[in-house]
């Protein structure tokens, strides 16, 4: 079978979508062009290696660089990381919690819960710029 390749939309069109009314002259992506066979076995449906992804080289299917992450993805992914660090905290300290409201907390879990909420307000106020240098850390879970 063969299959067209549009840098446009960045993907491959089965032929039969080109004589099957699926498109018509008009809808049929202009820059659409024939691939070669180790073309179609390299690029389509296959997982593309480390640091690149599907793009186009003069119109043709290639493997292309990642773009580095923007300030702004970076800072979405460290605060992504921040709650899904501190929905895990709350989830550790929910039973000392409840143990701690009807008053019968040992004193060994007294200092887990404490341990824990001093963890979880260090992951809190962690500005986000800092989270997203390189040498920066996640502060360590207590023990």
């Known amino acids: 079978m063969n299959f067209y390749y549009t840098a446009e939309f960045n993907s491959f069109i089965s032929e039969k979508y080109k004589t099957d009314g699926t498109y018509t002259d008009k ?3 202009g820059d659409a062009v024939l691939c070669t066979a180790g073309e179609v076995n390299i690029y389509r449906g296959t997982t593309s ?3 690149k992804k599907l793009g186009s080289v003069a119109g043709r299917p290639a493997w292309v660089d990642v773009p580095p992450l923007t300030r702004a993805e970076m800072i979405a992914i460290a605060e992504n990381e921040r709650q899904r660090l501190i929905v895990n905290a709350d989830a550790i300290m929910l039973d000392w919690r ?3 409201m009807l008053g019968e907390i040992s004193d060994a879990n007294r200092a887990k ?3 824990w909420l001093a963890y ?3 992951v809190k106020s962690i500005p986000a710029e800092e989270a997203i240098t390189v040498e920066f850390s996640w502060p360590d879970q207590p023990a």
């Open 27 to 29: 809808s049929w992506p």
């Open 49 to 51: 290696p480390a640091g």
């Open 98 to 100: 409840t143990e701690l």
């Open 120 to 122: 979880k307000n260090k």
């Open 113 to 115: 819960l404490s341990a």
